[in-house]
């Protein structure tokens, strides 16, 4: 299971996400954090459509989208969001 930041480095409420993130993934084990900079990467936001910093991303095991959310979530939220990541 992936989860992903998408941030921009003028973007306060990415540090929170990036701490929430990180909080939840000490609960996923098997959970890797990745982050992407819109301002670095511009081409990555663009084809991951990305609107908004924060954006939170969570892709399975085998790479396929299961959520997508603007805003800083909760770690309980963001666990709830990685349930769908989990296998069969």
């Known amino acids: 299971m ?3 930041l998408v941030s921009s480095s003028f973007c306060g409420a990415c540090a929170r996400t990036r701490a929430v993130l990180h909080d ?4 996923l084990p098997d ?5 992407i900079d819109v301002a670095r990467d ?3 936001a663009e ?3 990305i609107r908004a910093t ?3 991303l969570i ?3 085998e790479g396929a989208l299961v959520f997508r959310a603007e805003g800083v979530p909760t770690v309980p939220q963001v666990l709830t969001a990685a349930v769908r990541a989990l296998p069969a």
Do not use: G
């Open 2 to 4: 992936e989860l992903t």
């Open 24 to 27: 939840a993934a000490r609960f």
């Open 31 to 35: 959970a890797t954090v990745t982050e």
């Open 42 to 44: 511009p081409d990555a």
């Open 47 to 49: 084809v991951l459509d």
């Open 54 to 56: 924060p954006t939170v």
């Open 59 to 61: 892709r399975d095991a």
